[in-house]
């Protein structure tokens, strides 16, 4: 069956610019995450959606980031005057209920020029 | 927030077995034991999972030390298609992080023809 995709790939941005990465879960898949890794280190948890909700957004680093999940399922993570330091691949995950094994994405990789 | 330890490398032969170790000794109770392997330009696979008991699955084994302050992922026969970075994470399965993984910096496992 179809896996958890994420689109684009690849996204490359000026400094100061508005993004928007998105992620569509395994259907039925009730919890949603994000993460955010850098070069060489483990993913680092962003924010976590039950059904429409976000039951967890505690990892957000400040209030330039922000993700929805309006319907359920498809979600979008939404960075706004974009910094150098947000470079980095940009992690979805789901699972069927929260607290199980996640199925993760490809991931969308972020360059900020 | 609780971490997670493990050695950066390791190398072994193939048809040979890894013992990947993994110090959480700050884990608290309600919190599961994840491991997960990342080949380059992927996201994350999941491994296997424990809380208190030993696990077996077709990939791997885990063993989990009495005090759950340390474990170890067990490749019994290590092929070259094992060669990947091995995450250990905690899941939290109560309070308001519930569902959230939190991952070590990894070992990055390198297998020998």
């Known amino acids: 069956g179809a896996g958890v995709s994420q689109t684009p790939s690849n996204k490359v941005t000026e400094k100061g610019k508005y993004v928007e990465l998105r992620c569509d879960p395994i259907s039925g898949h009730t919890a949603l995450y994000w993460y955010r890794q850098s070069l060489g280190q483990g993913p680092e948890f962003l924010i976590y959606f039950q059904g429409t909700g976000a039951a967890d957004d505690s990892g957000l680093p400040n209030d330039r980031f922000f993700a929805v999940r309006p319907e359920g399922s498809v979600s979008t993570l939404k960075i706004q005057r974009t910094e150098r330091g947000d470079s980095a691949v940009y992690l979805c995950?789901?699972?069927?209920?929260?607290?199980?094994?996640?199925?993760f994405g490809p991931g969308t990789r972020l360059t900020v020029l | 927030d609780a971490k997670t330890t493990q050695p950066n490398s390791m190398e072994s032969n193939e048809e040979e077995p890894v013992h990947l170790p993994c110090n959480h000794s700050?884990?608290?109770?309600?919190?599961?034991i994840h491991w997960y392997r990342q080949l380059p330009s992927q996201g994350p696979e999941y491994v296997i999972h424990g809380l208190t008991s030993n696990v077996n699955n077709r990939m791997a084994s885990l063993a989990i030390a009495e005090d759950r302050k340390s474990s170890t992922l067990i490749l019994h026969r290590a092929t070259l298609r094992d060669a990947a970075v091995y995450y250990c994470s905690r899941l939290n399965a109560g309070g308001t992080s519930y569902g959230k993984l939190t991952f070590g910096q990894g070992t990055i496992l390198t297998v020998h023809p």
């Open positions: 995950a789901s699972s069927p209920v929260g607290a199980s094994r996640q199925f």
């Open positions: 700050t884990i608290s109770g309600t919190d599961y």
